[in-house]
């Protein structure tokens, strides 16, 4: 039986072994990873070769030059409205050779000027649509220190009007090498978030042509990284080269608003006690949502203009998906038990970001708001993958329960049917018996009546019955298989079980126990050159739904092969052993207590009731 093989255990140890080994080498992965991922968010290449000009702006309204701001107290205008101009204007000091300007528009209509000459002009694309997420690179004339540099600036939308676009100055090299650098995280985003999509896609379709069940959670979670892969380019710097700034603005946006719906709708599958409250608000947010995206999109408004509409919905989400899942945690759902702190901390991460145009602040080179998604994405994902793992290994333990016990049945059925065909044979003894004694009688011999009688009683009393160490089946069959391997052995055992039928443990945990109890004794007794001095004593009892369990057997360590220095592997197997059972025990918030000496070797196990520790 393999249960009766340490062998097989480290086998399977070793596996599990290898599974987080592997764990390891992914997470390593993953921090490599990120800390690349955020030095180029906050290190770009080149950064030191390519200057934001940002303190030496002055600001003022067209219509009203008098009036002006210093930059190096506001970078915001809230008085300027809807295609309202107003212009920024520095003074350009330091010549660097065949210099840009990159210009980075937030929905925002941008006209150029070095002195009097137009360097660039967007206002001319005013008739087309709207103007989205701009970027352009400019040339500067040679010798343009000294000159002015003057910004016209303005918004058809009044969520973005006032807000100065984002200006940097270097040479063509570093320039591109800063936009590249910058696009960099995003790109890493979107390669991780995709391949776990198509990953995620087909272990589903695995899934459903294996058990014949689609698991409609992983495909939403599938879906929610796809969608996410997208979002993280399409509010990059680089494809603002690649797209229109219009198309550039309007994915952007539909791709924030698929985002939010396809998280909540995860958090949904996921959930139990709550689902159906939190169901009626993911309708009201796919409603609101969803009902914006499509008038955006069937009529002549236009989806920026609209998503402060959808941004006021997902602060609530925020709230109520955090109050939900920490509901949902209480009520012990281990998934939000292990991630609902997770979710809490980006959900008040996201509120601030969604709240942040109330505040005058729209505009920031790092794109937080994917990096907090993909945060949250890799945490559910790995705690899939541990809790596969888990569960896969708990599978495992009960078919190896399983097996163990069949074999157990089996070799008790095998003991069964020669007791019956004894108790048969007996049976037709018993009948001849007493036939050959009422022929005694009839003849009228009761001398040797009397003695048929006495050895008829002998026989009977000699017969031996099935023992049954207590009330428990399965402890009966492992004891019983021991007691049959130390009649092989010429070990003396002595098993004392008060046991009920139902155990405070369950039936596998309990198996695991006495088998690694038993084979570290019987493998140290058996050690032992003198038969005469191989002695096991067990004993279990259960008292007020704790179990207690004794098990010593004798050592003398100065006459066994131990000292031969053929057993060296016995220590290990010991530890092994002794770490299969403490195993045990912490999951039931028991104790493991080992007495040793040269005579003795003694293991006092203490275990409590059934709520044993739950692993995440």
């Known amino acids: 039986m393999k249960f009766f093989n340490n062998i097989h255990n480290k086998k399977t140890t070793n596996n599990l072994n290898t599974k987080w080994l592997f764990i390891i080498i992914l997470s390593s992965l993953f921090l490599i990873t990120t800390v690349y991922f955020f030095y180029y968010i906050f290190t770009p290449s080149d950064s030191g070769k390519v200057k934001e000009i940002k303190n030496s702006w002055v600001f003022y309204s067209k219509d009203d030059p008098e009036y002006r701001f210093d930059s190096q107290y506001i970078n915001y205008l809230p008085m300027v409205e809807r295609n309202e101009t107003f212009v920024m204007q520095t003074l350009l000091k330091d010549e660097i050779k065949e210099a840009n300007l990159v210009i980075r528009g937030n929905h925002q209509w941008i006209k150029v000027y070095l002195n009097d000459q137009i360097l660039y002009d967007r206002t001319t694309e005013k008739q087309q649509d709207g103007p989205g997420l701009s970027l352009a690179v400019v040339d500067l004339p040679p010798n343009y220190a000294g000159k002015n540099l003057k910004i016209e600036v303005s918004s058809p939308y009044e969520n973005y009007a006032g807000i100065p676009p984002k200006i940097y100055v270097g040479k063509t090299g570093p320039i591109i090498s800063f936009i590249f650098s910058q696009s960099i995280p995003q790109v890493v985003t979107m390669i991780i978030a995709i391949s776990l999509s198509i990953g995620m896609l087909f272990y589903a379709i695995f899934t459903l042509y294996k058990q014949k069940s689609l698991d409609l959670s992983l495909i939403i979670l599938s879906c929610f990284a796809l969608v996410l892969g997208f979002q993280s380019v399409s509010e990059d710097i680089l494809s603002g080269i690649l797209f229109e700034p219009f198309v550039h603005s309007t994915l952007s946006d539909i791709f924030n608003i698929l985002t939010s719906v396809f998280l909540v709708l995860y958090y949904l599958s996921r959930m139990i006690h709550y689902k159906k409250i939190y169901g009626l608000f993911c309708l009201f947010q796919l409603t609101v949502q969803l009902g914006v995206l499509f008038y955006a999109l069937l009529s002549s408004s236009e989806l920026t203009e609209l998503m402060p509409i959808v941004n006021g919905v997902s602060v609530i989400s925020t709230l109520v998906t955090s109050l939900v899942c920490v509901g949902e945690a209480y009520r012990n759902n281990r998934f939000f038990i292990a991630c609902t702190p997770w979710i809490v901390l980006i959900a008040i991460f996201h509120c601030m970001l969604y709240i942040q145009p109330a505040l005058g602040i729209y505009y920031s080179n790092i794109n937080w708001s994917t990096i907090l998604f993909m945060l949250i994405l890799v945490i559910i994902i790995g705690y899939n993958i541990i809790d596969y793992i888990t569960s896969f290994d708990k599978h495992q333990r009960t078919v190896n329960f399983l097996k163990t016990k069949s074999d157990l049945l089996e070799q ?108 570290h004794s019987f493998r140290e007794t058996h050690a032992i050159e003198d038969p005469v001095h191989r002695k096991i004593y067990l004993s279990m009892q259960e008292k007020e739904n704790q179990l207690f369990i004794r098990c010593e057997h004798s050592s003398n360590y100065e006459t066994n092969l131990f000292s031969e220095g053929i057993t060296e592997n016995f220590d290990e197997q010991e530890r092994f052993d002794l770490m299969m059972i403490q195993d045990v025990a912490e999951r039931y918030a028991g104790s493991l207590k080992q007495e040793k000496d040269n005579e003795v070797d003694r293991l006092i196990i203490h275990l409590t009731k059934r709520n044993q520790k739950k692993s995440i």
């Open 412 to 519: 008790h059925y095998d003991h069964l049917r020669d007791h019956i065909q004894e108790i048969s044979t007996l049976r037709f003894e018993l009948i001849q018996n007493m036939e050959n004694l009422a022929t005694l009688i009839e003849e009228d011999q009761p001398l040797k009546a009397q003695n048929y009688v006495q050895e008829i009683l002998t026989k009977a009393q000699n017969f031996e019955f099935i023992f049954s160490y207590s009330s428990h089946q399965l402890t009966n069959l492992i004891l019983a298989r021991y007691q049959e391997i130390a009649s092989k052995r010429n070990i003396k055992v002595q098993f004392q079980a008060d046991l009920p039928e139902v155990l405070p443990i369950n039936d596998d945990d309990l198996t695991q126990i006495l088998i690694h109890l038993l084979e």
